[in-house]
């Protein structure tokens, strides 16, 4: 139906796209962009350059865009929405608005760190308790616009809870893939959602791999981050934009990242850049540092050891939301860290636990395994002397701490079990 649909309009309309209908609305996006030879493509269903292979990425024709026009907007990503490849009228479409986020400062932690000015971005507060609301709330409204009927992706957990939810409220079918060994928590919250979630026996790039292939079955199906990864991936900028704004339109110096496929990493610097071009901001581009686990750590292993290639891994650690073990931005995110100042480091699976620990204890913050990462990667930089204690810095809780329940729950619980007396108390707390 849709081949006809293309046929028709092809000979009819020059101004049509291959996804058979005419110009699509994305905004002020005006093309694709190869990253790697600078090609051009028109705005459609494409994600690899078809010279080189190269990433394909969203350019824009930004005209002018005021701190004004930004904060007279919605309390979400869509006040951003001149910097996103989203159709104008993207605020009144269902979708899931994410974003805004509280961006909290973290005194009692920066004071056990050693540091001066220290924040937390906590994207835990968005709709399914994670960043990927961000991505999926893009790639969603940018889908439809190019004509797509359906949601997938494959998924380390959180995404598959992004899409079931953001394909409820559009009221469109979706489809979720997901190693079968996930954690409960995040089976239980996609499955919620009505979507079809199918548990592939198999690690997150064997899932991705068989996404591939049914991307190139299903034209009409929209895989997230496979055939419309270049849309959904500018929904990262968001954090970026939005941790400028909430510092009172300013740039921090040092930012922490944790890293998957790296394009979280990306896209905030690319954000941070745009802010700087457009006026927004002054300043320097801060240095960016990105958070591995050591048991999934390709990219940082490759900064360490002075490459530019990223050699893949097979993923074993607790941190499942970042266990990408060929990561499509890895070469990417050791350009920026390298040229910003920053670096990447990796931390053991304790670590990790003793990050979400620290987080919750000192700012009632409770992340899940990728913040525990982040928060640790932030404190290891620190020993190192890699990290300026002295300089203001953001890390990112991209999740929920309910999420990844596990990870805690063997080294946490009640200082005891009594019976309902106040002598049993006082013999369980005497000091108190
Ligand atoms: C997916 C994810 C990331 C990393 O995202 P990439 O853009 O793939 O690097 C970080 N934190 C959480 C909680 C995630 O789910
Ligand atoms: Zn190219």
Request: with cysteine; net charge negative; glycine share 8%.
């Amino acid at each position: 139906m849709r081949r006809d649909l293309v046929a028709m309009t092809i000979t009819q309309e020059p101004e049509t796209t291959s996804a058979g209908k005419n110009r699509p609305d994305l905004g002020r996006a005006t093309h694709l962009s190869c990253r790697e030879c600078a090609a051009t493509v028109e705005l459609g269903p494409h994600y690899a350059c078809m010279e080189c292979f190269g990433p394909l990425e969203v350019a824009y024709a930004y005209g002018t865009v005021t701190r004004e026009s930004i904060e007279a907007g919605p309390a979400s990503i869509w006040r951003y929405k001149d910097l996103l490849p989203v159709p104008s009228n993207v605020a009144d479409i269902p979708n899931t608005e994410p974003g805004f986020t509280p961006l909290l400062r973290a005194d009692n932690l920066a004071r056990e760190l050693g540091m001066k000015t220290l924040w937390v971005k906590n994207d835990a507060a968005n709709p399914t308790h994670s960043f990927k609301d961000r991505v999926v709330a893009v790639a969603l409204a940018a889908a439809r616009e190019l004509g797509f009927t359906v949601l997938a992706c494959p998924s380390t957990g959180n995404l598959a809870n992004a899409v079931a939810a953001a394909a409820a409220r559009a009221g469109i079918r979706s489809f979720v893939f997901i190693p079968s060994d996930l954690e409960q928590q995040k089976i239980v919250t996609s499955a919620v959602y009505g979507t079809t979630l199918v548990a592939v026996e198999g690690n997150y790039d064997d899932v991705n791999r068989l996404a591939s292939e049914l991307a190139g079955q299903h034209e009409d199906w929209a895989f997230v981050n496979v055939n419309v990864r270049p849309y959904y991936a500018e929904g990262s900028k968001t954090l970026g934009y939005e941790t400028a704004e909430q510092l009172g339109w300013r740039l921090p110096r040092q930012v922490v990242i944790p890293v998957a496929s790296g394009a979280q990493l990306v896209k905030v610097d690319k954000a941070f850049g745009e802010l700087v071009s457009l006026g927004l901001v002054e300043g320097e581009q801060p240095a960016i540092f990105g958070a591995q686990a050591e048991g999934c750590s390709p990219v940082s292993t490759a900064f360490k050891e002075g490459r530019n290639v990223v050699k893949p891994v097979r993923p074993s650690t607790i941190a499942k939301s970042l266990a990408i073990g060929n990561p499509a931005d890895g070469p990417y995110v050791l350009d920026i860290t390298r040229r910003t100042g920053g670096a990447v480091e990796d931390v053991t699976d304790d670590e990790v636990v003793e990050g979400i620990r620290l987080l919750a204890r000192t700012e009632g913050v409770f992340a899940e395994t990728a913040g525990g990462v982040t928060v640790a990667v932030l404190a290891k930089l620190l020993r190192e002397g890699q990290l300026d204690p002295g300089a203001e810095t953001v890390i990112f809780n991209t999740g929920e701490g309910l999420k990844t329940l596990d990870a805690v729950a063997p080294v946490v619980g009640p200082a005891g079990t009594i019976e309902p007396t106040t002598e049993a108390f006082r013999a369980l707390v005497p000091e108190a």
